[in-house]
């Protein structure tokens, strides 16, 4: 049902709203320290299901439960591993998403149906107040339509979602960029289903030997790892050198160009090029990627240019990102 989308800086009296609007069923959006998040009662079953309808969500793809700490699983899940609790005694609040074995509270449409529970504690201040607020777990995926870029700011979910849910919290800029890593404890050894903002060989150092699942070829076990997930609006040509070739070529055909470079790229200044230089650090890299992609899509250029990072280890979660972003196709169709 279209309603009217409010937008209220996160101050202490917005969240008690905010709070409110969960308790009665409703839809927030709320920024945590990965991507802002499309919040609702985990526990209701209905108000779930307006989550899918808002986002275009496919009903087989389960959504995170987001809890304030870690004493709040009771009940959520059927059992915590020895392994998770070591996980959430290190990781959480922060961007870990762990795969557990699903407790008799969770409604089917949260765990589409299967017999695990992703979960995770946001460390953000303001995903923090509005758990503590509604003393509620919020089912809460990322607040996009299904098949879009991830927001990062306040500005992104109205963009996508206005008129589709009641209320955003607007925290300012999410400071990690990237959504959280995702690790499936269920299996031995665990199995890490989407790399994240958390690095592989930083939960290795906790738990030993990781499984890494590479989509390609398998049914996902974790949807999230479709391709075709997470793009820009804009048909988007990936280069292995600084892209400047592939820019002067465009630009030849008469295109708008949207070129977005890891460190600062000397080059021409012509009216029909939008320039964004992004840190060459990976964590400076994943914190501005989607703001700077999203900036490209709002700007209107007909395609967008993207000389690839450096490929180690560090890149892992970047890669992974880009990698989804299918080149040269508008991904407007799949937006449903
Ligand atoms: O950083 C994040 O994780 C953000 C913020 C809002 O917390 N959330 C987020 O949610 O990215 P979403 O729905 O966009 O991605 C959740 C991922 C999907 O790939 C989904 O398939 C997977 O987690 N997932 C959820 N429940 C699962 C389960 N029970 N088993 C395996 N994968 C699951
Ligand atoms: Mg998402």
Redesign the pocket.
């Known amino acids: 049902m279209p309603r009217p989308t409010a937008v209220l800086p996160a101050s202490r009296d917005a969240i008690v709203r905010a709070a409110a609007v969960i308790r009665a069923g409703g839809l927030v959006a709320f920024p945590?320290e990965?991507?802002?998040?499309l919040g609702a009662n985990a526990l209701d079953a209905a108000a779930v299901g307006q989550i899918f309808q808002a986002k275009g969500r496919l009903a087989t793809?389960?959504?995170?439960v987001?809890i304030a700490q870690r004493s709040a699983l009771d009940g959520l899940v059927a059992d915590v591993p020895k392994i998770a609790d070591r996980l959430a005694a290190q990781f959480w609040p922060g961007?870990l998403?762990l795969?557990l074995p699903r407790g008799t509270a969770v409604p089917d449409i949260v765990?589409a149906g299967?017999p695990?529970?992703?979960v995770?504690a946001?460390a953000h201040p303001v995903a923090q107040e509005l758990l503590r607020a509604c003393d509620l777990p919020l089912a809460?995926?990322?607040?996009n339509r299904s098949m879009c870029l991830?927001p990062t700011r306040a500005e992104h979910v109205l963009r996508g979602l206005d008129t589709r849910i009641d209320l955003i919290l607007d925290g300012g800029p999410c400071s990690g960029g990237l959504?959280?890593t995702?690790l499936?404890v269920t299996t031995d050894p665990p199995t890490l289903?989407?790399p994240?903002l958390i690095r592989l060989g930083d939960l290795e150092a906790v738990v030993g030997p990781i499984a890494r699942k590479r989509s390609e070829g398998h049914v996902a076990?974790?949807?999230?790892?479709m391709s075709r997930h997470y793009s820009p609006q804009t048909p988007i040509d990936f280069t292995a050198d600084d892209g400047q070739e592939r820019v002067a070529e465009l630009l030849h055909q008469g295109l708008r160009v949207g070129w977005l470079t890891c460190g600062p790229v000397p080059g021409s200044n012509d009216s029909h090029l939008v320039r964004e230089s992004l840190p060459n650090d990976p964590a400076g890299y994943a914190a501005r990627l989607y703001d700077a992609l999203h900036r490209l899509d709002a700007a209107g250029v007909n395609r967008i240019v993207l000389a690839l990072p450096p490929e180690d280890d560090a890149w892992l979660a970047v890669h992974d990102r880009l990698s989804r972003m299918t080149p040269g196709i508008a991904h407007t169709t799949f937006a449903v």
């Open positions: 945590t990965t991507v802002y998040g793809n389960p959504v995170i987001h961007p998403t795969v765990t299967g695990t529970v992703a995770r946001p809460a995926p990322s607040a991830s959504e959280s995702v499936d289903l989407r994240g076990r974790s949807p999230g790892m």
